[in-house]
C-alpha cells in the first residue's frame, strides 16, 4: 500500500523540540520533493519547509527559519522536520507530502503532491 505516514507529534513545553517523521511506504522517497505543512484551527494550510529530490535543496520559511529544519534519511525512506524553541503559536497539525515533479521554489500548494499523509498533531503549551 502507497502511503505517508507522519509520526512524533505530541504536547510540549514552549521552548521545547520535536522531531517529525514521515515515512513512506509502498515507494521510495529518493527522487521526490518533500514538504511539510501545518494547518492550525481556523487558519489556512501553510508550508513550512521542502526538500528536494536528487540534489536535497532546503528551503525553511522565513517565519520558522532558526528552528526548524528538514533532512532526509533515504535508507530509511523518511524525511524528518526537526522543531526547536516551540512557540504557542506553532500549535498546529502538521503533515507531510511528497511528489516527484514539484520543484523546490514552488512547493507550498498542498494539491500538487501526489502522495499527502494524515498528519500529526504538535500542541505547544505550559
Known amino acids: 500500500q502507497v502511503q505517508l505516514v507522519e509520526s512524533g507529534g505530541g504536547l510540549v513545553q514552549p521552548g521545547g523540540s520535536l522531531r517529525l517523521s514521515c515515512a513512506a511506504t509502498g515507494f521510495t522517497l529518493d527522487g521526490y520533493t518533500i514538504a511539510w505543512f501545518r494547518q492550525a484551527p481556523g487558519k489556512e494550510r501553510e508550508g513550512v519547509a521542502c526538500i528536494s529530490g536528487v540534489v536535497g535543496n532546503i528551503y525553511v520559511e522565513e517565519f520558522v527559519e532558526g528552528r526548524f529544519t528538514i533532512s532526509r534519511d533515504n535508507a530509511k525512506n523518511t524525511v524528518y522536520l526537526h522543531l526547536n524553541s516551540l512557540k504557542p503559536e506553532d500549535t498546529a497539525v502538521y503533515y507531510c507530502?511528497?511528489?516527484?515533479?514539484?520543484?523546490?521554489?514552488?512547493?507550498?500548494?498542498?494539491?500538487?503532491?501526489?502522495?499527502r499523509g494524515q498528519g500529526t498533531q504538535v500542541t505547544v503549551s505550559s
Open positions: 507530502a511528497a511528489d516527484p515533479f514539484v520543484p523546490i521554489e514552488d512547493y507550498g500548494d498542498w494539491r500538487d503532491y501526489k502522495y
